[in-house]
């Protein structure tokens, strides 16, 4: 079901005939594209989207945790397209505890992004080939971009200290 | 006692004729350019394996951003790169004025402009200093931060401040350029271009320079696309791909400007690509105080810009708004952009998320050198260690703009 406002979208409409159950919605605001795409076919989308049309770059990786809303998570996808000098988003909604499909068979470049987004949020990124944490100490408990981490205090601290 | 023979190097690696050495550059090495460790294994002089490890300078910038209202994080923006804190605060500001539909007067988006390319300047001339003083050119250090002092006063007679600036805010910039400042950058401008003339004498047909920057780094265009690379190195790769150019932001489709780029996709046409940048930004800067426009250097919208001072003082309704920013900030219409723009060192994008309150959601920075600095064991693996250490330089990360 292909929202009114991204039929203009030749991606979106793309997708929509190549798999229909893969679009799950998506919006065009302020002159960006973004796509919900459902989280377990996360990698053929952007294979296609990598083979078909274009989007040779991948951007960056990053999460969004709304807490206490379920499913908590949203990761998202930032796509580059240098052919067509576009920009696009793909947004994944997790639950808790669930497990998404890495991106980075499409692009290596996914690797770091990916690894922040397990260290930050505490997202796995199943099939990805390094998944540990990249910013924070190797003995850190819990992870910090999550809207239940408390920006303050030593509640929160390195393990063996 | 006994002949028992004590174990000796020779005898420990009797049967096989090499060793691999595990070595440790940094995270304290000069060459790093911040903390920056990278797990070397070698073989002899070549670096088999390399495996760089990050987070030593992870501030937690971005859940910070999440506490503080949208005009206090342009204090955390300057933060994260800062050898261009400009650029990050531009990509910030310009994030929130497209969620909040904003138009931007001329006069500001002209003095952005400028003083965004001050600061590629001041990046670029941090860059050459190091990198030189990396490969041995003591000399050209110094000669670079002479002319990036210029620069840092030009930062201080704006803002200020000479490194965390802070200059550009939502609707605008701070305050108006102060008196005489056309002088200042004219002076600047007029004294710039003999003095890349200099570094030039100093490096480009240096020979020992050339031996050891010529033909060495190459990556393959298609696999620095695939790693993130962006920026100098890619237009060093032959690539022509500025954001500037592409989608253009805050008028800069008003500047005439080239797009430097080199084929050779080596250590050498990233420094002939930034050095020939530096000439680029000169001419920008030049046009920019021929042409600056006159008029407001803010928005006219009461509720999210600070009134003036004297009307702050007078008028009722500017001393409410004065109270209601300073207190609760402003709040921004739900909505999630990503805003990309050329940052010295490649694409730095901003994807600000707002829930419709006076503080960000979430605020994510794409940042050039994390997306390069991935791309290091590609580029190091199978070379001589003496040679990545000018590929290293070559990259120009900044470890603040990597770990945030």
């Given at each position: 079901?292909?929202?009114?406002?991204l039929n203009a979208?030749?991606?979106?409409?793309?997708l929509?005939?190549?798999d229909?159950?893969?679009?799950?919605?998506?919006?065009?605001?302020?002159?960006?594209?973004t796509?919900?795409?459902?989280a377990?076919?996360?990698?053929?989308?952007?294979r296609l989207?990598?083979?078909?049309?274009?989007?040779?770059?991948?951007?960056?990786?990053?999460?969004?945790?709304?807490y206490?809303?379920e499913?908590?998570?949203m990761?998202?996808?930032?796509?580059?397209?240098l052919?067509?000098?576009r920009y696009?988003?793909?947004k994944?909604?997790?639950?808790?505890?669930?497990?998404?499909?890495?991106v980075?068979?499409?692009?290596?470049?996914?690797?770091?992004?990916?690894?922040?987004?397990?260290d930050?949020?505490?997202?796995?990124?199943?099939?990805h080939?390094?998944l540990?944490?990249i910013?924070?100490?190797?003995?850190?408990?819990g992870?910090?971009l999550?809207?239940?981490?408390?920006?303050?205090g030593?509640?929160?601290?390195y393990q063996?200290? | 006692m006994?002949?028992?023979?004590?174990?000796?190097?020779a005898?420990?690696?009797?049967?096989?004729?090499?060793r691999?050495?595990?070595?440790?550059l940094?995270?304290?090495?000069?060459?790093?350019?911040?903390?920056?460790?990278?797990?070397i294994?070698?073989?002899?002089?070549?670096?088999?394996k390399a495996?760089?490890d990050?987070?030593?300078l992870?501030t937690?910038?971005e859940?910070?951003?999440e506490?503080?209202?949208?005009?206090?994080?342009?204090?955390?923006?300057?933060?994260?790169?800062?050898?261009?804190?400009l650029?990050?605060?531009?990509?910030y500001v310009?994030?929130v004025?497209?969620?909040?539909?904003m138009e931007i007067?001329e006069?500001?988006?002209w003095?952005?402009v400028?003083?965004?390319?001050?600061t590629?300047?001041?990046?670029?001339?941090?860059?050459?200093?190091?990198h030189?003083i990396?490969?041995?050119a003591?000399?050209?250090?110094?000669?670079?931060?002479?002319?990036?002092?210029?620069?840092?006063?030009i930062?201080?007679?704006?803002?200020g401040q000479?490194?965390m600036?802070?200059?550009f805010?939502v609707?605008?910039?701070a305050?108006?350029?102060?008196?005489g400042?056309?002088?200042?950058?004219?002076?600047?401008?007029d004294?710039?271009?003999?003095?890349?003339?200099?570094y030039?004498?100093?490096?480009?047909?240096?020979?020992i320079?050339?031996?050891?920057?010529?033909?060495?780094?190459h990556l393959p265009?298609?696999?620095?696309?695939?790693m993130?690379?962006?920026?100098?190195?890619?237009?060093?790769?032959g690539?022509?791909?500025?954001?500037?150019?592409d989608?253009?932001?805050?008028?800069?489709?008003?500047f005439?400007?080239e797009?430097?780029?080199q084929?050779?996709?080596d250590?050498?046409s990233?420094?002939?690509?930034?050095?020939?940048?530096?000439?680029q930004?000169?001419?920008?800067?030049k046009?920019?105080?021929e042409?600056?426009?006159?008029?407001?250097y803010?928005?006219?919208?009461?509720?999210?810009?600070l009134?003036?001072?004297?009307?702050?003082?007078?008028?009722?309704?500017?001393?409410?708004?004065?109270?209601?920013?300073?207190t609760?900030g402003?709040?921004?219409?739900?909505g999630?952009?990503y805003?990309p723009?050329?940052?010295p060192?490649?694409?730095?994008?901003?994807y600000i998320v707002?829930?419709?309150?006076s503080k960000?959601?979430?605020v994510?920075m794409?940042?050039?050198?994390?997306?390069?600095?991935?791309?290091?064991?590609?580029?190091?693996?199978?070379?001589?260690i003496?040679?990545s250490?000018?590929i290293m330089?070559?990259?120009?990360?900044?470890?603040?703009?990597?770990?945030?």
């Amino acid at each position: 079901m292909l929202p009114e406002q991204l039929n203009a979208v030749p991606e979106a409409v793309a997708l929509e005939a190549h798999d229909p159950s893969a679009l799950l919605g998506g919006n065009l605001d302020r002159g960006e594209v973004t796509l919900l795409i459902d989280a377990a076919k996360i990698e053929a989308v952007c294979r296609l989207l990598k083979d078909k049309h274009d989007y040779i770059r991948l951007c960056t990786v990053t999460a969004l945790d709304h807490y206490p809303m379920e499913p908590r998570f949203m990761v998202v996808y930032q796509l580059h397209s240098l052919a067509a000098n576009r920009y696009l988003r793909l947004k994944c909604a997790l639950a808790e505890g669930a497990s998404i499909q890495s991106v980075t068979s499409v692009w290596r470049g996914a690797n770091w992004y990916e690894r922040e987004t397990f260290d930050l949020f505490g997202i796995t990124f199943e099939g990805h080939p390094n998944l540990i944490r990249i910013l924070m100490p190797e003995g850190w408990v819990g992870h910090p971009l999550r809207k239940d981490f408390p920006t303050h205090g030593h509640k929160y601290s390195y393990q063996h200290e | 006692m006994s002949e028992t023979a004590i174990p000796t190097e020779a005898t420990a690696s009797a049967g096989s004729s090499t060793r691999k050495l595990t070595l440790n550059l940094g995270p304290q090495h000069p060459s790093t350019h911040g903390v920056l460790r990278v797990l070397i294994e070698l073989d002899g002089e070549t670096i088999t394996k390399a495996t760089p490890d990050i987070g030593f300078l992870h501030t937690g910038i971005e859940k910070q951003c999440e506490a503080l209202n949208y005009q206090q994080v342009v204090t955390l923006t300057d933060r994260v790169d800062y050898l261009a804190n400009l650029s990050n605060n531009l990509a910030y500001v310009l994030g929130v004025e497209k969620l909040l539909g904003m138009e931007i007067p001329e006069r500001a988006q002209w003095m952005r402009v400028m003083l965004t390319e001050f600061t590629r300047l001041n990046s670029h001339l941090v860059w050459l200093g190091t990198h030189a003083i990396d490969i041995g050119a003591m000399s050209v250090f110094l000669y670079c931060f002479r002319e990036r002092e210029e620069i840092l006063r030009i930062f201080e007679l704006f803002s200020g401040q000479r490194m965390m600036t802070s200059y550009f805010r939502v609707g605008g910039i701070a305050l108006d350029a102060p008196r005489g400042w056309q002088h200042a950058v004219k002076k600047f401008v007029d004294m710039f271009p003999s003095k890349i003339d200099e570094y030039e004498n100093l490096l480009t047909n240096n020979p020992i320079w050339t031996r050891r920057t010529k033909n060495i780094g190459h990556l393959p265009i298609e696999e620095m696309l695939d790693m993130g690379i962006t920026g100098p190195m890619i237009r060093g790769a032959g690539l022509k791909w500025d954001i500037r150019k592409d989608q253009p932001y805050s008028s800069y489709e008003k500047f005439d400007f080239e797009v430097p780029v080199q084929t050779a996709n080596d250590v050498f046409s990233r420094y002939q690509v930034r050095v020939e940048e530096m000439r680029q930004s000169t001419r920008i800067i030049k046009q920019a105080l021929e042409g600056m426009p006159g008029g407001a250097y803010q928005a006219d919208a009461p509720k999210i810009v600070l009134p003036e001072r004297e009307k702050m003082k007078t008028q009722m309704e500017a001393l409410i708004f004065h109270f209601k920013i300073v207190t609760d900030g402003f709040t921004v219409p739900p909505g999630e952009v990503y805003v990309p723009i050329e940052a010295p060192r490649g694409e730095l994008g901003y994807y600000i998320v707002s829930d419709g309150t006076s503080k960000p959601f979430r605020v994510h920075m794409r940042t050039p050198s994390f997306g390069t600095l991935q791309a290091l064991p590609n580029l190091i693996e199978g070379r001589m260690i003496a040679d990545s250490i000018a590929i290293m330089g070559s990259i120009d990360f900044v470890l603040g703009d990597v770990d945030r």
